[in-house]
């Protein structure tokens, strides 16, 4: 069964950071880009950006530069986003999504990685 | 900065038809957008409805139906149902890698 696998949840306090991990199973990691979507409390999706899973690059949306780091562990067949500083707006559902066609087409979702900042 | 617009809500009679839109504040929406339509329950993972405009997804209902009308994309739901109530987002890809989610609309159906 395909599927991609997300690290569970994870309680952090401000100014600390996080990483949310991204398994593909039954199928090859770099056989199709990673995309990372956000989902504040009552909100809607916000797309973070994606990478490019055969060279690592990766690219950002607007707003999400600067702490947010998207990353892979090609040993592991992984994808990773670390979030550093962390603030209490960032508490989110985080979800991995694989993009069959490169435009968008988000085929396969994670399970989402619940994500609270608090104090 | 470029907004993808969505209607925030919308409601339909049970077996009637609703049209949800999805725009660009800066400009006409087309093909090359590659619209996506997904469908987002309650506590779940949103699920692809319709992707590159028209194209339904493995298992979608033939009452789901993408077009792009006007300067908008459009998912068109006929023979509404209670299931139906829900959450629908669409994503635009804006060239150069980047792709843009609206805003979503909630549906309701009564």
């Known amino acids: 069964q395909v599927q991609l696998v997300q690290s569970g949840s994870e309680l952090k306090k401000p100014g600390a950071s996080v990483q949310v991990s991204c398994k593909p199973s039954?199928?090859?990691?770099?056989?199709?880009?990673i995309n990372w979507v956000r989902q504040a409390p009552g909100q809607g999706l916000e797309w973070m950006g994606w990478?490019?899973?055969?060279?690592?690059?990766?690219t950002y949306a607007q707003g999400f530069t600067g702490r947010f780091v998207f990353s892979l562990d090609t040993s592991v067949s992984t994808a990773f986003l670390q979030i550093s500083s962390l603030k209490a707006e960032d508490t989110a559902i985080y979800y991995c999504a694989r993009d069959q066609s490169g435009y968008s087409w988000f085929d396969i979702w994670g399970q989402g990685t619940r994500v609270i900042v608090s104090s | 900065q470029t907004v993808v617009t969505q209607e925030p809500s919308f409601s339909v009679s049970p077996g009637g038809t609703v049209t949800l839109t999805c725009g660009l504040s800066?400009?006409?929406?087309?093909?090359?957008?590659?619209p996506t339509w997904y469908q987002q329950t309650p506590g779940q993972a949103p699920r692809t409805l319709i992707h590159?405009?028209?194209f339904r997804s493995s298992g979608v209902p033939d009452r789901f139906s993408g077009s792009i009308l006007g300067n908008k994309a459009a998912l068109t739901i006929a023979g509404a149902q209670a299931d139906d109530e829900c959450d629908y987002y669409c994503?635009?890809?804006?060239?150069?890698?980047?792709?843009?989610f609206g805003g979503g609309t909630r549906l309701t159906v009564l």
């Open positions: 039954g199928y090859s990691l770099t056989s199709y880009a």
């Open positions: 590159d405009t028209r």
């Open positions: 800066s400009g006409s929406v087309s093909v090359g957008n590659y």
């Open positions: 990478i490019n899973t055969n060279t690592g690059d990766p």
């Open positions: 994503v635009l890809y804006l060239g150069s890698g980047i792709s843009m």
